[in-house]
């Protein structure tokens, strides 16, 4: 009860005629910040976050937690239209979504993804009122030893990422790990992979650079090659009746929402992992649980919700080290953490029991943002499926731009720009010769988490290996991941001809 007298005096400041302006303000323009390739939550709330400086700290957070919830739901928008990820976190919502739209079905896929959207934000909030001090002290409970296990158990659900062929996939996620240790060592602070001293790569090379260039880039290079004439768009009206359709095709997808949201909430919550990662892993979990997982990667409704889910749960998640322990626990949360110092406000514990008007403000108000971005996605749909009438040449044109100026605009570095074109003619390439490119961006996002994980444990057990396997949560992931990298073998096996039995013999026992 206690809760939700809290949670009660939470929506009488969020719904105050300030706070729900702002909110609605910060919702509109994440949308609009999500479906701009190569922008995402973390450049929005950046560059918004000194105008905060002009509301109270309470109507301030309500802005930029609206900003981070809006660019989630519109990350999905260019990844499904123009199948390009609006940000990082939609990078594998590309993977479905634009076939979907390919197939003349965008106005499905959007609802697909606003839905899950819903569906995981609503759920990870619902987690994170309820079971807050539980979770909490179930990330505490994580050391390296299980860092490490968790991440090698998302490495099994690349196999189901990349398709029938295992050695391109594994292929991919060495290419993947390699990219993921360029810059400096993390102990040492030595530079390594730097390609003949080179400044630029002593920062590494960014997910986002990665991204813009294989999905950007290299899309437009195959759109190009592919089609030699205006791409016919089929049309998409947007009425009650096809909202009904829509959420009856997603009745097949119920599993993937309920484990994209458990999973999302439960990976956004650890410090360092993000959205990015939670919506690739809950992607492979769909597929290796899927009743048709053939369809995936080919305009499958559960391949939409599954990462929309996890990565809304995922923001949700992340805000929960933030607020409780001062640790934010994603790039997005560590900007709104900068702008908490700035207004003197101190995340932590004692946060709850000093500012609860604050604390509850922000809980209530990731509830109403969850519905006026639901309704405002919705709502625009017909807009966004407009955009894919455009001419070819612009379309291809103003895409260009966007990857340019999105890839630029972060570090605001030359380099940057010229990875982005190399990584677009290798993901052209890559494409061509049908490698996977999912598990390379997917190991170099967990690449660095891995490592400093598996280094970590290393040296607090000194060099002993067997401290992964002696403690009971890391050992548990260790195994589960190790079936799961047998899984493809096993399939294999049985289709060979040793261990099939032939019709003689079937006779014969007849």
Sequence with gaps: MEVLQ????????????????VLILGVTVGLFIGAMP????????????????????????????????????????????????GASTAVATTFDGRPLAQKGQAGLALIAAAVGSFVGGTVSVLLFTLFAAPLADVALAFGPAEEFALVLLAFTTFLALGGDDVLKTVTMIVLGLVLSTVGLDLISGQPRLIFGDLPGFYSGISFLVLAIGLYGIGEILWTIEQTRHKPQVMPAHIRFADLVAGFRALKASLTAMASGSLLGYFVGMLPAAGATPASLMAYGVAKSTSRKPELFGKGAVEGVVAPETANNAASTGSLLPMLTLGIPGSPTTALLLGGMVMWGLMPGPMLFIEQPEFVWGLISSLYTANVFAVVINLALIPLFVWSLRMPLPVLCALVLVLCIVGGYTPNQKMHDVWLIAAFGMAGYVLRKLDYPLAPLVLALVLGPLMEKSLRQALIAAQGDATTFIERPISATFIAIALLLFLLPLIRKLRHLPLFKRSPASSRSSA
Excluded at 15 to 21: A, K
Excluded at 45 to 54: C, E, K, M
């Design 6 to 21: 809290h949670l009660a005096d939470g929506f009488a400041i969020s719904l105050l005629p300030l706070n729900l302006g």
């Design 38 to 85: 190569g922008l995402g939550s973390v450049n929005g709330v950046a560059i918004l976050l000194p105008i905060t400086f002009l509301v109270p700290p309470a109507s301030a957070i309500i802005f930029l937690a609206a900003i981070y919830y809006g660019a989630m739901y519109g990350g999905a928008i260019s990844s499904i239209l123009l199948g390009i990820p």
